[in-house]
């Protein structure tokens, strides 16, 4: 494939990092060179396709660590509020009900939404084999995460075992990952299969964590009211189960984290593991305040999601730093713009391919027009999800939205 240069007012590789008047060097799908000024921008490769984009900000695509696109079907479908144990009972009727053909156009219509609002890979959690089948061979770079439970039931395990039991494919855009849902929804006989299978395999795990209190009552003593559906309580925190099973290593997105107990963000930290905040989600919920600043200062990353459009308004990843910067004054731009795409890359086990445009990384881009002229007005409108995307680039190849 031909080199392309692509030239813009402003190139942003990094959260802190601003070029002016420069461009990128394209060839394979990965930055080959970065100019950092007219000057370079002149001598890069002779022979190339050069596209001058004007006076816009070609920027990293965003990284969506954490997001259900089999259910974007069921979008507006489900109600709002706190009654956790209601939705997911209305969920698993309203997903049964549908064509599965229905649930497969839903994930494509995902996937455009995604690339449309400038996100060129995700971490995309599939249960069902919906997500598999109607995203093949989309422009959407993906980590696919088959999702396994046996909600501590011996008869249910052969079969989620069985589920995972090869491996996926290559493909050009879809990498592999493994997603045992929760600690306390899979048994310790899955938890460790899934981290041998991990290891074995070199694929990055996701797992739901600490989302709910309900879940942590019934880990520590048994009580409260999954006990009336899981049974006997292995009586450890979800954090020792992971450890126990070989999971809590990088890299391994810990999903939501929203009651962590005295002690654990120091262990994730030190796990190098990342925990992944879905602020749209956590809002339709009306959940209590997300511990962000417990695990800043303890050193864990946290990266952004959005979940899934059952209980989410939008995809849109520049929402979801928006929101984050309205739930805490004190969340600078650059802080917030990492969280939507590096600490995403580490939690998907892509760093230094995905998040950032450096040498040697995937020419995976959002090109952003902004209403400022100043540079700290350009900073200040991403993060708070205020530019426009006007193209959306995977592997140097427009993927959604027109070249000007």
Request: charged share 25%; aromatic share 4%.
């Amino acid at each position: 494939m031909r080199a392309l240069i692509l030239a813009a007012r402003w190139l942003r590789p990094a959260p802190a990092r601003w070029v002016e008047g420069g461009g990128l060097l394209v060839h394979g799908g990965r930055v080959v060179r970065i100019a950092a000024s007219p000057a370079g921008l002149r001598r890069l490769a002779r022979g190339a396709r050069r596209l001058d984009l004007g006076d816009v900000v070609i920027a990293p695509g965003f990284v969506n660590a954490h997001a259900h696109l089999e259910l974007s079907a069921l979008s507006g479908a489900l109600p709002r509020g706190s009654d956790f144990a209601g939705w997911i009972r209305r969920l698993l009727e309203l997903r049964a009900a549908r064509p599965a053909a229905d649930l497969e156009e839903g994930a494509r219509a995902g996937a455009r939404r995604c690339l449309e609002t400038g996100t060129t890979c995700v971490g995309d959690v599939d249960s069902t084999g919906v997500a598999e089948r109607g995203l093949a061979g989309h422009a959407l770079r993906r980590v696919h995460f088959r999702e396994v439970l046996d909600a501590q039931e011996r008869s249910r395990t052969h079969a989620a075992r069985r589920r995972i039991a090869r491996a996926l494919p290559r493909r050009a855009r879809r990498m592999e990952g493994l997603a045992a849902h929760a600690p306390f929804s899979a048994s310790r006989e899955l938890l460790a299969t899934v981290g041998r299978l991990s290891r074995a395999r070199h694929a990055p795990i996701s797992v739901h964590w600490s989302e709910t209190r309900e879940e942590l009552e019934w880990l520590q003593d048994g009580s409260g009211p999954l006990a009336r559906l899981l049974g006997a309580s292995p009586r450890r925190s979800g954090l020792d189960l992971l450890e126990e099973a070989g999971i809590l290593r990088a890299p391994l997105a810990l999903v939501h984290g929203n009651h962590p107990q005295p002690g654990e963000p120091a262990r994730i930290a030190r796990a190098g593991a990342v925990v992944v905040h879905c602020p749209g989600s956590h809002a339709w919920f009306e959940r209590a305040p997300f511990p962000l600043e417990s695990y800043r200062r303890a050193g864990v990353p946290v990266a952004l999601g959005t979940d899934s459009l059952a209980s989410n308004e939008d995809l849109d990843l520049g929402r979801e730093m928006r929101l984050s910067m309205e739930c805490f004054p004190g969340l600078g731009p650059l802080t917030a713009w990492a969280m939507a795409t590096e600490s995403g890359a580490k939690a998907l086990g892509l760093e230094g391919r995905a998040g950032s445009l450096e040498v040697g990384s995937w020419a995976d881009l959002a090109v952003h027009r902004c209403d400022a002229t100043a540079l700290r007005g350009r900073i200040e409108e991403l993060a708070w999800g205020a530019s426009r995307v006007e193209s959306t680039w995977v592997g140097g190849r427009l993927a959604a939205g027109e070249i000007p």
